[in-house]
Structures are given as structure tokens and as C-alpha cells.
């Protein structure tokens, strides 16, 4: 829909914002298409690893053995990277962003809003009603770490490297300027 409306008003910034459970899988079929026309949208996905709305079902994003009340067991699928997707649908901008860093999420935002193409914007954030277990405040917070001060933004593979490590890096990720 964000395609549509920007096509229908180019001079409009365009914000379409959702979670991982409609970005990754419900709606999962639009971010490769509108990633490779390098539509100018700027998406918000807001990764809590969790189908919260519906009362916390484990999502495409939940990471192996995710306890819920329908899978009590532990989930048993493989979590989805919602980073390195983006980066490999031909996304020309990527950031990944911790909620509880608003400062880095406006200089972020800014940056991208300016970007002439398709920004992806991965923030991870928590689910305090239905994850006690993984991606709690405390377990994100030690989790997260600035990206390397060498890192180069114009290095697709380098994007892909740091979107595969388990420590999950933050900050821009890769930048294409056609
Ligand atoms: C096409 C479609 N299928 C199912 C739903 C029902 N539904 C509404 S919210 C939701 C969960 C969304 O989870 P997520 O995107 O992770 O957002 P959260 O609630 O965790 O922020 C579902 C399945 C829907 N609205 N539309
Ligand atoms: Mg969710």
C-alpha cells in the first residue's frame, strides 16, 4: 500500500510501520518487491519476536525454543533474520535500532528519510506482556553493541557479515546511493 501512496504523491514521506509477525510473515511477500524497485518509503518493522497482538504466539522472528501458551513445548522453527533479508532483497538503506536508544533511532531516521530510495529501519524491541524469557529489556540491553567504527556502510558483504553475527550490532548497516 505505502508503493501506491507514494507513487500517488511523490512529494509525501512515506512511513509504513508494522511488526515482525506482519512484516516477516503475514505481509512477508511485500518487503522483497518493495525493497528491489527501491520504492522511497521508510518501513518500520518493530521486531519484539512475538505475534503480541494476538496474545503472544511465537512469531517468524521468536528465537529457537520460545515458550508460549501455543508452544509450550519451546518453538522448533528457526527464526527469521529480518536484517540480513532486507540487506539481500536489494534494500539501498538498512539500520538496525534498539528501542531503548530513541537518540540513535532520530539520527537514524533522519538519515534515512533523506535517503532517495527504499530505508529499512529493523528495531528490536521487547514484548514485556508475553516474552519473560529472550528479548526481555535487560537481555537486549546486553545484547546490543554499536557497530564498528570501521565499518563500511558502501560494503554490501561486510552489511551481510555484521546482519549474520550473534551479537547484534546497531546502527547503519549498508547505504546504496544510485
Ligand atoms: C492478514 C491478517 N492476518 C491476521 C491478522 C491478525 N493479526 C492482527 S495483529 C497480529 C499479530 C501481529 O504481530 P506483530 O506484527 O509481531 O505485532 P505485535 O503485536 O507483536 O506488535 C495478527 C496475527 C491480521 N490483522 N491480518
Ligand atoms: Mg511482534
Redesign the pocket.
Known amino acids: 500500500m505505502s508503493t501506491g501512496i507514494k507513487m500517488a504523491n511523490p512529494g509525501l514521506t512515506v512511513f509504513a510501520v508494522?511488526?515482525?509477525?506482519?512484516?516477516l510473515?503475514?505481509?512477508g511477500g511485500h518487503l522483497p518487491h518493495i525493497a528491489r524497485r527501491d520504492v522511497d518509503v521508510n518501513y518500520l518493522l518493530?521486531?519484539?519476536s512475538?505475534?503480541?497482538?494476538?496474545k503472544g504466539q511465537p512469531?517468524p522472528s521468536s528465537p529457537l525454543g520460545t515458550k508460549t501458551k501455543a508452544s509450550p513445548q519451546g518453538s522448533t522453527e528457526a527464526p527469521l533474520n529480518g536484517t540480513l533479508m532486507a540487506l539481500s532483497y536489494g534494500a539501498s538503506f538498512v539500520a538496525r535500532l534498539f528501542a531503548g536508544d530513541p537518540e540513535s533511532i532520530t539520527r537514524a531516521l533522519i538519515e534515512g528519510i533523506q535517503h532517495k530510495g527504499f530505508s529499512f529501519f529493523h528495531l528490536y524491541t521487547s514484548?514485556v506482556t508475553f516474552d519473560k524469557t529472550f528479548k526481555t529489556w535487560d537481555h537486549l540491553k546486553e545484547w546490543v553493541h554499536p557497530i564498528p567504527e570501521n565499518h563500511d556502510t558502501s560494503d554490501l558483504k561486510q552489511a551481510m557479515s555484521l546482519a549474520l553475527d550473534d551479537e547484534f550490532c546497531l546502527g547503519l548497516l549498508y547505504r546504496r546511493d544510485d
Open positions: 508494522g511488526g515482525d509477525g506482519d512484516g510473515g503475514i505481509g518493530f521486531d519484539n512475538i505475534y503480541g497482538l494476538t512469531s514484548c
